[in-house]
């Protein structure tokens, strides 16, 4: 398993606001004060990473395997879009606070 760090300089507010579904209005300033607040206080405390792990793939007629793992994926569009494959990663990526 390979762990990355990844390093944030800052949120996207359009995406900040789409999540609150006020994309289609203009925040004054007292909300960009508050978005802007959160955005310090997130950005000293998390510690993002994300953890990949590559294994074969074996495909059944309703699934697709990562040999090694728990993880079985089933479902048509996911067995179309990896049929050629015979190796694949899964990722992981989240705000953890642990990595070997």
């Not at 606001?17 to 006020?22: D, E, G, H, K």
């Not at 994300?50 to 993880?71: A, G, K, P, R, V």
């Not at 089933?74 to 642990?98: E, Q, T, V, Y």
Request: hydrophobic share 35%; charged share 25%; proline share 2%.
């Amino acid at each position: 398993m390979v762990c990355i760090m990844i390093k944030l300089d800052g949120i996207n507010i359009q995406e900040t606001l789409r999540y609150l579904q006020s994309e289609n209005i203009s925040p004054d300033s007292d909300i960009l004060r508050l978005i802007n607040n959160c955005e310090q206080k997130l950005l000293k405390v998390i510690e993002p990473r994300y953890l990949y792990s590559t294994f074969d793939i074996s495909h059944t007629d309703n699934s697709i395997i990562l040999d090694n793992c728990t993880l079985v994926l089933n479902g048509k569009d996911i067995r179309n879009h990896l049929k050629r494959l015979r190796k694949g990663r899964a990722f992981l990526c989240n705000n953890i606070k642990w990595c070997r």
